[in-house]
């Protein structure tokens, strides 16, 4: 709302939060329905008033436009009418206004009183003539079409194969129409009904299923996780015991991205919760805003715990039910299945490709919802009516306020005056667009694009899906959508945005001119390449391979193929088949006897790099294998005793010591548990172990078995 409107001296109506359903009429629609325009007449002067009645569903709808305040769409409620008496008025407003008044015998005019505050002065409307109603319905006309030609052209110059555009204005769909191809081999059109990924716009649907959660007493925001779910832990004590379910939705638990855990990963959902403790931080608990999808995917965890059943099926049940949408899934697999779907495309080097559809199951809470403009059509409406579905509450007035409020400040400088500051709710990114309050979420996923947008002050929203991945699109139309329905002067955003994208490929080359410089020449591995063979684990991102044909070596990560080319040294250059753009540095690294036990990896760049350590093979842990180490050695006339433990570990017990959990290392060696330094080796004859050899920092010490 402008701050004319706040600061008018006739500032008789203030901001509103949104509007309660109309009660249903029995009067024949028509003698109320329509658009009016009129003054409330103060002392003095007059303060000119619009109003648009609608009924729909049995129920009363009507919004008051008060141009000299730059107000406009500002919804009504209560709206009755007995006979010719009609009443409506603005709640959740300062001094309670109402309009109570007399509609004429031949519904041309209505007048009575307006009451605010214990104050009341006269106001009269008169019904808006067909031809001036035609002329506004021209107008929205032109502005429709102004808008598909802005669309559909931006579309083509970014190069995006399919758009699909919907407009939700006032309590109604106005545009929800489809540009370019879902398919471009078979040359098949984007409708309202196609399917695309929409990627973290879902953050929005699992913040929603906590604050549902919370309606029914289920769930506090602001009481610790470990409440419910109580094996909950990271890597940071502090923030295992102080972390709520707000904090998991308004990106403040500490911790960076971590995506290479789940992308392309084979984790279930459960495992990657476990997993959440060996993840480093970069930045102390609710200090500082840092993007997190395991914590999205953890609050839709939490949603299972409490309520059985799966993330899924509570969203199918609580919103999609609810609202009707009927096409929408959880999996490209599922959509797959569908009549009307998007295939995903990719841009690399100026040319568009097709690329495979991913599934992100287990990620799901944090953005596997997949979806259409009929049916997104309904979210939005949902959002700009204070969580209500026709008849049904699916969240809670309070609630969808507090789904729309900032708590998390994202400490970026501003770049554009048009943009306000912006800020995280739970699961929206809130912010002012050219002094108009807006809420929003995007989301990227492999080869789709999507944004939702909210202007609730302003009573419109709009759904924007896209099948390229990683475009600037949906945010390029956005904001001329936005600009258009405001009545402001557009902006370039399509030039600042190039602007923007070329510099940071410029950037990016001399990134890559910057590293080559650091490339030491002349060198070579310090071992054979056999030896950087084998399989390596980190206990949250899980195992890296590592193979060799001799004269190459190729590393498999998750759903990913390495190629590797040597570096300099013990380091390694690794090129992402799938993605030839992405490339990291592998290094290498020897213990203290010379193996290479350790690989180095900046998977996450916001803390030290990932340090994977060298498995053991899968022989070492065979009890077949590890039967032929048990028994008796002799050492300096005392006793040592080796044992198996359950089918897979080794003991070691030496007379006046604990007994020692040996560690598998390689061949015959086990390590010591939790003593650096420590280890013993098996001497074998004949396929028999006849001693073991301890070694540790005082000296080598052998232990021969007893006959």
Known sequence: MSQTWKRSAHAILFVLIGFIPALALSQTPADLAGAWEGAIKLPGTELSIAIDFKQADEAWRGEIDIPQQGAKDLPLANITREGAKVSFELTNTPGNPSFKGTLAADGQSLSGDFTQAGQTFPFSLKRKSAAAASQESAERARALQKIRVFADSVRKVWKVPGLGLAIVKNGEVIMSEGFGHRNVKEQLPVTSNTLFAIGSSSKAFTAMCVGILADEGKVEWDKPLRNYLPTFKLHD???????????????????????????????????????????????????????????????????????????????????????????????????????????PYQEKKEVVTQIPFRDITAIGPAGSINSNLADMSKWVLLNLNKGKAG??????????????????????????TELSHNNYGLGWFIRSYRGHAQVSHGGNIDGFSALVSLFPQDNFGTVLLTNLNGNPLPGIVNNYVSEVLLNLEPVDWHARVKADIDKAKEEGKKKEADEQATRKPDTKPSHALADYAGEFEHAGYGVLKISSDGKVLKGRFNAFTIAMEHWHYDVFRGTLLE???????LSFLTNEKGDLDRVSVPLEPAVQPIIFTRKASAQMFDPKFLAQFIGEYELSGQSVTVALRGEKTLTLTVPGQPTYELEPYKDTEFNLKSLTGYSVKFTMEKGKATAVVFHQPNGVFTAVRKK
């Not at 993605?579 to 540095?585: A, I, Q, R, S, T």
Request: no cysteine.
């Open 237 to 343: 004590d502090f923030a295992s015991a102080r972390m709520t379910p707000r904090d998991l939705v308004t990106h403040r638990s500490g911790l960076p991205r971590h995506d290479m855990l789940w992308y392309g990963s084979s984790f279930t959902r459960k495992e990657m919760f476990e997993r959440l403790q060996y993840l480093e931080p970069s930045k102390d608990f609710r200090t500082d805003y840092q993007y997190q999808n395991l914590m999205f995917m953890t609050a839709g965890y939490l949603v299972e715990q409490i309520n059985g059943g799966t993330w899924e099926d509570f969203v199918r049940s609580r919103i999609f039910k609810p609202l009707g949408m009927t096409s929408s899934n959880f999996s490209v697999l599922e959509s797959q299945k569908a009549a009307d779907f998007a295939l």
């Open 579 to 585: 993605d030839e753009e992405e490339k990291m540095l």
């Open 391 to 416: 008849e049904t509450q699916v969240l809670s007035e309070a609630g969808l306020v507090q789904m729309h409020t900032p708590y998390m400040a994202i400490a970026q400088p501003l770049k554009y």
